[in-house]
C-alpha cells in the first residue's frame, strides 16, 4: 500500500512538474508554449501519418485524421511540432492528452485581447502577430517580441494538394470551433477556422479553408468537449463511415496543475 501511495505521488509531481515546464499563464488561460507533437489520439489509436501528397489529399477527401512533418522532416517535426489535418484535431477520441484541450475559438479570442493590451485601435490594427512571434527565426520580417514567451516560430504550413510552404516566413494554428464540438462528418462545419501569422504582417489573420489545410495545433490547459468514452478502437475508415454522433458526450479528464505565472516582456 505505501508503494503504490508513493508510486501516485511521484506521478502527481511529475505531471505538475511537466505543466509548469510546458505552459504559461496568460489571464485565466494556461497555453501551451511550442506546437502539439503526438502521433496517437487520447485512447492510444495511432493517428495516419500522411506523408506523400496522394496521402494527404486522400485523408482530405475521405475524412481520415492525418499528420505530417514540414517536407517529412523529422528534425523540422522535432522543432515545429506536427501539422494535423482539420479531422485530426475535430476527432472525439480526442487529440489533447488528458488535461488539455486543442485551443478554440473562446481561447485565441482571449489571448487576442490580453496580446493587444495598450494598443490604440486594436481591433482594426492589431499587434498580436509581432507580440507572439520569436525572437528569432523569421526571415524578412521585423524581430518578433516573444510575449507571455508564447515562442511562435514560423513553421509553414500544408496546403489542400499536398504542397508545403510558408517555412521560416509564416505558421498557421488550427483554431478549434466550438460550434462542431461532436461532429466529424465531412458536411458538418462549412467553416474550420484558423490563425494565419506572417513574419511581415504586425497582427494574426483568422481564416477558413473548409477544413483543407494542414496546421499546427497550440494546447490549452481545461475540459476538451465533445469527447466520447464508449467509442471502441477502430480503424479509421470505420470510425468515420460508423460515427454515432448521439453517443458523443462531455468527458472531464483531470487538469494538471496550473503553471507559475509568466510576466509579459515589458
Known amino acids: 500500500m505505501r508503494m503504490k501511495h508513493l508510486f501516485f505521488l511521484l506521478c502527481l509531481v511529475s505531471l505538475t512538474m511537466h505543466a509548469q515546464r ?3 499563464e496568460i489571464d485565466t488561460l494556461s497555453w501551451a508554449i511550442k506546437n502539439l507533437d503526438v502521433t496517437t489520439f487520447r485512447n492510444g489509436d ?5 506523408k506523400t501528397r496522394e496521402e494527404w489529399i486522400e485523408c482530405l477527401t475521405s475524412g481520415i485524421p492525418a499528420y505530417c512533418d514540414y517536407r517529412n522532416d523529422t528534425t523540422l517535426g522535432r522543432i515545429y511540432g ?11 477520441r480526442g487529440l489533447a492528452p488528458k488535461g488539455a484541450r486543442v485551443a478554440n475559438n473562446g ?3 482571449s489571448l487576442y485581447i490580453r496580446t493587444n493590451e495598450g494598443v490604440v485601435n486594436w481591433a482594426s490594427m492589431g499587434l498580436v502577430g509581432q507580440r507572439l512571434r520569436s525572437t528569432e527565426g ?12 508564447f515562442n511562435l516560430l514560423p513553421g509553414g504550413y500544408r496546403n489542400e494538394n499536398g504542397e508545403f510552404a510558408g517555412l521560416g516566413t509564416e505558421t498557421a494554428l488550427w483554431v478549434r470551433d466550438t460550434m462542431s464540438y461532436g461532429l466529424v ?8 477556422p484558423f490563425a494565419l501569422i506572417h513574419g511581415s504582417k504586425q497582427d494574426v489573420i483568422f481564416t477558413n479553408d473548409g477544413k483543407k489545410s494542414g496546421c499546427f495545433v497550440r494546447l490549452v490547459i ?13 480503424t479509421d475508415e470505420e470510425f468515420i463511415n460508423g460515427f454515432d454522433s448521439d453517443a458523443v458526450e462531455e468527458v472531464e479528464s483531470e487538469i494538471p496543475s496550473p503553471p507559475k505565472k509568466r510576466r509579459r516582456k515589458q
Open 222 to 234: 481545461g475540459i476538451e468537449y465533445g469527447l466520447s468514452s464508449t467509442l471502441p478502437k477502430r
Open 185 to 192: 462528418s465531412q458536411g458538418n462545419a462549412l467553416t474550420s
Open 82 to 92: 506536427h501539422m494535423y489535418n482539420w479531422f485530426a484535431i475535430a476527432d472525439p
Open 107 to 109: 481561447d485565441w479570442s
Open 22 to 24: 510546458d505552459f504559461i
Open 138 to 149: 523569421w526571415k524578412n520580417a521585423g524581430p518578433g517580441e516573444n510575449y507571455f514567451e
Open 46 to 50: 495511432e493517428i495516419r501519418n500522411a
